[in-house]
Every structure is written in structure tokens, then in C-alpha cells.
């Protein structure tokens, strides 16, 4: 009997007995939709993702109605504030908006401007990054301008304003 008993724990590992059951891992979930900023990863990415589209449209209705100064009053009201575009880089809420004008004298030479929102990635309780579509369309011009940009948005007394925007 002592050496069945021995046989069996000897066989026990090739025959199935005595192992012990792979432990199953919870299947993982990930969050998905047809458009991609609103893939949620972060907490509070879902509020920035409102947030945004919110300022976006905001911005394309102020520039659509040939007004520079409400486009520009979600960017940061600061001498730190950065654009960066073709002519290189401007510092300062007062600049960025003199180069506007100096750009867009008029409601014509603005067209009509519309956002695709890509990505929206909070990178802490005080800062989220936006990269994005635009498109510029003027009536005396068949052709559509549009590029890419990259918004750094900062929370600034509570408030959510552009502190960088680089559009190419």
C-alpha cells in the first residue's frame, strides 16, 4: 500500500491531481468610441473633453462672426502666453492678438473656421493637452487651409484658458 501511495504522488503532476489551477485574470476593459478624443483614459478626461469642445466652439463662432477680440478670450490673458506658428513664436496675450488682426484685418480675409477635435490628454489636476484639426475656408479661395495644432490648456484662478498654442 506504502508503494501505490508513492506512485500516485510520484504520477500526481502528469496526471492532473495535485495542481493547483491557473489563477484567471479579469478580463481588461478598456473604454472605446468611433471618435477618438472622446476616449476616455483619465479620470476627469470625459469633463476636459466637454471643456474643450466647448472653448472650440466658442472660438470658431467668434471667428466666424469676424470677432477677434471674444475668439481670443480662452486664451490666457498673460504676458507668458506662447503661439507658435509659420512666422516663429509670440509671446503675450496682447501680441497674439495684434498678429491676428495684422493676419485677418477683416471678416472676409477670415473665412470660415471649423475644429476637429482629436486628442484631449489631462496631465494633472492643472493641465491638459489638445491636439486638433482646423480648417479655414474663404469664399474668394476654392482651396480649404487647414492644419493640425497642439493646445496646452492650463487652469489659471479656476479657469480654463489656452497657455501655448503651436498650429501648423
Known sequence: MKYIVYIAFLFAPFMGWA???????PPQRTVKSAAPATRCVLPGQGYMIQV???MLRRQSEAWNEGDLVTFMQDYWKSDSLRFIGRSGVVLGWQNVLANYQ????DKGAMGRLAFDLLTVEVL??????????YRLKREEEEAEAS??????LRRVNGQWVIAS????
Open 147 to 152: 492644419g493640425h495644432f497642439t493646445l496646452l
Open 124 to 133: 494633472g489636476p492643472e493641465a491638459c493637452a489638445v491636439v486638433g484639426r
Open 52 to 54: 474643450v469642445t466647448d
Open 102 to 105: 495684422r493676419s485677418y484685418p
Open 165 to 168: 498654442d503651436h498650429s501648423s
Open 19 to 25: 495542481q493547483k489551477a491557473p489563477a484567471k485574470r
